[in-house]
């Protein structure tokens, strides 16, 4: 065990990776001898040269497609887009091709490979370095769409996504690269896809969130117990395909439900997890649904700490789903 | 020669000016077969469409010889990422008609189980014929990546990524050409330039004064070479592919052609192609520029032309019958190759199909049972 920062532990999982599988191979902007503009490739070109760990022109498309033909060719690329933002000019490959490649071939090519690539606000990154676009990618079939929220779920979820024979975004929050540590195995572990993560037990209210909310909330869960309001907080860590009974189940535990994302609330996530309870629990609801979630406006960069959901905001909505 | 000038091996009397081919008597009519069995292809897929029995195709005439000539220069271990308009380079290496016209008919025996139009075929025997997906050009950097897994692995192998005119504007396009370079990528871009991007002409795709010259700038060679002369496109694409396969990285090669027909059975070329261009390149018949050289080589005369179209189009007619006598897929084949394994979610979804299905009493016999 070691105690790690989740960029630590993202590091550490690429490095098990690369030691146990010689196909896995890691690229693009800055990863190489710099070891990327947050770290989490460092050294790796280091130990394990520069055929598997290296720069790339500054091509998102390019990145993402060269990835596809690798892993369509029995390579496991682990590519990295520098920030979420730039992935766009990759959407057409992520979508069009690497999610529907096993589907429009019927199984004849895959592209199990994994995009790593830190999302969400708080580092003053304005419009364009500060993004949670996971909606965009959810509403894609063949894709599966990962955020861990701790160390252990980083390096146990990335080093899961690497062995999945499907493509894999993995959403890293990067406002909690190296604001908390964690305990971390040595060597390979797994946490397996498509499962929630039970962050705090509790009775009364139940809160869905993922990523760099997860903190957030339990934070606001602790000010609601001190209040005698004791919440459930369910970490989702993955988003596609989701664990849709242990969110039914959750949900049905306490009968109110705060649903949590720094996203814009519009087509987010959060509509996806409340439609969900609503189809399969409403007679169990003793409350409205709340969502507490990004504005539908472009993410600011003065003001961010007012645009981003915080624990003022979720105690806020568990005090309100609470009273109703 | 410079990059502009365009490079032909048969000349108009079927002579080809001291050029040696190196190509048995056997191997020239395959590439000759082949090329009749393309053209009987289309003539089928029209026909079909044109009766309503299947929905959609992309002709081929005009540019048999470029698909011809470039995968005659490969060998079953190389790969293809082909555009949707090359599917002669699949029958060349021995992709049976039976299997395209299964994927024709979108049927239970198709290969990608019907889930894509016509003519977007995948295979991956006898040689690796990529997926073709609609959108253009993404195929030209992932051609880039397979080629990538060849070099780390040392393994001698080339691929082929081809695309049109149209192909050039594409974000696949700058990204594959210029990360093949950087990469010394064992690729060879094959731009078929055949005049029309639908209805789009290639003025209007690029003000370069040709397609071949934009290699420059990416730092490999390019090359024209007369897409309708069969010999002189595997004669430049080999070169390519030798290049490739020693290590020295990609090409691009422009094949100058025209596309005779429509973009698909669902375009009228007569709304836009102007006739006198028409009238220019019917002289110029990739077929007939063949003939020419296989009658002076005494391979050919026109009875035996008649034979090969008549025993191509009953070969592929054939294909066909066996085709439309086969069953739609399952309801089943919406839900599988999502992922390897079906989630929960698309599981219960299909489950709630084919129940409805039953309920309704619509499911016909080809509809396989869940669980999948």
Known sequence: ?324 | MTVQEMLSVIEPDGGINGYDPKMSNEELLHCYRTMMRVRAFDDVALKLQRAGRIGFSIPNRGVEATQIGAAAALKKTDWIFPSYRDFGMALYHGVSPVDMMHNMYGNAADSAKGRQMPVHFSFRTPIQFFSISSPIGTHIIQAVGAAYAMQLRKEPHVVLSSFGDGGTSSLGFHSGLNFAAVWKSPVVFLCQNNQWAISCPSSQQTASESYAIKASAYGMPGIKVDGNDVLAVRRVVSEAVERARKGGGPTLVEAYTFRMGGHSTSDDPTRYVPKEELAKWEKKDPVANFERFLAKKKLWDPALGAKIAADSFAEIDAAAKVAEATPRPGIETIFSDVYRDVPQHIRRQGQAAFDLAHRKGDASAGDGAFPL
Request: aromatic fraction near 8%.
């Open chain 1, 1 to 324: 065990m070691a105690n790690l920062t989740l960029i630590q532990a993202v590091n550490d999982g690429l490095k098990v990776a690369m030691r146990t599988d010689p196909t896995v191979l890691v690229f693009g902007e800055d990863v190489g001898p710099k070891g990327g503009v947050f770290l989490a490739t460092e050294g790796l070109t280091k130990e394990f040269g520069e055929s598997r760990c290296f720069d790339t022109p500054l091509s998102e498309d390019g990145i993402v497609g060269a990835a596809i033909g690798m892993a369509a060719n029995g390579l496991k690329p682990v590519c990295e887009i520098q920030f979420q933002d730039f992935i766009f000019p990759a959407f057409d490959q992520i979508v069009s091709e690497a999610a529907k490649l096993r589907y429009r071939s019927g199984g004849q090519y895959t592209a199990p490979m994994v995009i790593r690539t830190p999302y969400g606000g708080g580092i003053r990154g304005g419009l364009y370095h500060s993004q949670s676009g996971e909606a965009y990618f959810c509403h894609t079939p063949g894709l599966k769409v990962v955020i861990p929220s701790t160390p252990y779920d980083a390096k146990g979820l990335l080093l899961a996504s690497i062995d999945d024979p499907d493509p894999v975004l993995f959403l890293e929050p990067k406002a909690l690269y190296r604001t908390l540590k964690g305990e971390v195995p040595e060597g390979k572990y797994k946490v397996d896809l498509s499962t929630l993560r039970t962050a705090r037990e509790g009775k009364n209210v139940t809160v869905f969130c993922y990523g760099a909310m997860v903190p957030v909330c339990m934070k606001a869960a602790e000010q609601a117990a001190e209040k005698g309001i004791e919440c459930l907080v369910v970490d989702l860590r993955t988003l596609l395909p989701l664990d849709e009974e242990g969110v039914i189940e959750a949900a049905k535990q306490t009968g109110r439900v705060v649903v949590v994302h720094e996203a814009p609330r519009f087509c987010g996530f959060g509509g996806e997890i409340s439609a969900i309870i609503a189809e399969n629990a409403i007679e169990y609801m003793e409350a409205p649904i709340a969502r507490v979630t990004g504005f539908d406006t472009p993410f600011p960069n003065t003001l961010e700490h007012h645009y981003m959901p915080d624990d003022r905001r979720v105690l806020d909505a568990i005090e309100h789903v609470w009273s109703y």
